[in-house]
């Protein structure tokens, strides 16, 4: 067992700038490497995780929603990471809010009226799921039109595109990031990334065992500590201690480029695997994976035929884990999708890593 554990801390060192950099919304870049950028997503995810217990159920409601609303979204061009809007806007409820906003979408009733949505007391549209969706692109696509970036584009669909283009102009700058906006437009872009982060990668924030994978500093990090001040230098090389057949430790060493990436992370390579059985798992709980093929990641060089372990996460109904290499080793199923099923790992069933 102390074997497992510390071949899981010396993979905690891989999470680093280079798992920051990878984070992106709607394929435009999210500058991770600026402190005030990674440090307000991380405290932004860290307010979703006090009301950890309502995800799972949040969660769920995307497999009735999502598949509905991903197609007219892929119709329209739209990026596939405006699905997350309505899980900020509304929580998929028809809920009105407190300035006449209502819907999935959040309409507000003039706004709605101008993409053909009917707003009458006893026929208002902003309530029909498939109408108000293609309303919304519609918006979006409109936004987009205006402002030429996705980000900005959903930035104006909470603070509208004259309010944004205004603040650009008197600022100088069309970079989300450096503008200064109102409380609600400022941390709206931030709370879409961080539900994206916790729906699609739950098992780096789980508590107690999440660490900040956007902090510079000290990767080894509780979500639920201040970020270090302490930053590692581009070049840096770290000396890895890896778990070999015989259950011996041999020193590697790493280099850490911590130079920003300009690109949308896809997957560059998959890696089989294999589950060991495992019939009594509970919730966190350190999973076993025997390598089939080498593995190489973040400078990293594990022989196949290697055992490697992470702490594994039930989120709805599907088992996450967290493998160490931060979000650049994802554990999916044969299939190709994220996380296993718990028959799965009772079955010790072939599984593959898809690097980013």
């Known amino acids: 067992m102390q074997l497992k554990i510390l071949f899981v801390v ?29 440090y307000k997503l991380m405290d932004v995810i860290k307010g979703h995780l006090k009301y950890r217990n309502f995800l799972p159920v949040l969660k769920a409601k995307t497999d ?9 979204l892929h119709q329209y061009n739209i990026p596939e990471d405006f699905k997350y809007l309505p899980v900020v806007e509304s929580g998929f409820t028809n809920a009105t809010s407190a300035v006449g906003a209502q819907g999935v979408w959040q309409f507000m009733p003039e ?6 949505l009917a707003v009458r007391y006893d026929n208002d549209e ?6 108000s969706t293609h309303a919304a692109c519609r918006y979006l696509q409109q936004l987009y039109s205006q402002l030429h970036s996705w980000t ?34 400022a941390q709206y872009i931030y709370k879409i990334i961080a539900i994206k982060q916790l729906f699609e990668s739950p098992e780096l924030y789980m508590p107690g065992f999440g660490y900040n994978v956007f902090n510079k500093g000290n990767a080894n990090m509780s979500v639920f500590s201040t970020p270090a001040s302490s930053i590692r230098q581009p070049g840096q090389t770290v000396t890895k201690q890896v778990e070999n057949n015989s259950g011996d430790f041999k020193s590697i060493r790493i280099t850490v480029d911590t130079k920003t990436r300009g690109k949308t992370p896809v997957a560059s390579a998959a890696f089989a695997a294999k589950l060991q059985k495992n019939n009594t798992f509970e919730d966190g709980q350190l999973i076993s994976i025997l390598l089939l093929d080498d593995l190489q ?7 196949k035929n290697t055992k490697i372990s992470g ?24 299939g190709g999708k994220k996380g296993v099923p718990a028959d799965a790992l009772k079955a010790g069933q072939d599984v593959r890593l898809l690097k980013i």
């Open 111 to 116: 706004t709605a009226a101008a993409m053909g």
């Open 297 to 303: 990641a973040n400078g990293v060089y594990i022989r």
């Open 311 to 334: 702490r594994g996460w039930i989120v709805s109904d599907r088992i996450y884990v967290d493998l160490g290499f931060g979000n650049t080793i994802t554990l999916c199923d044969a």
């Open 10 to 38: 010396s993979l905690w060192l891989c999470a680093l700038t280079g798992s920051a950099q990878q984070v992106n919304f709607c394929g435009e870049f999210v500058p991770m490497e600026r402190d005030f950028v990674s």
């Open 64 to 72: 009735i929603y999502f598949p509905v609303i991903i197609p007219i």
């Open 126 to 131: 902003r309530n029909h799921l498939l109408k």
């Open 152 to 185: 900005l584009a959903a930035a104006a669909y909470n603070a509208g595109a004259g309010n944004i283009s205004r603040n650009m102009k008197r600022q100088g700058s069309s970079d989300y990031y450096q503008l200064v906006l109102n409380d609600e437009t």
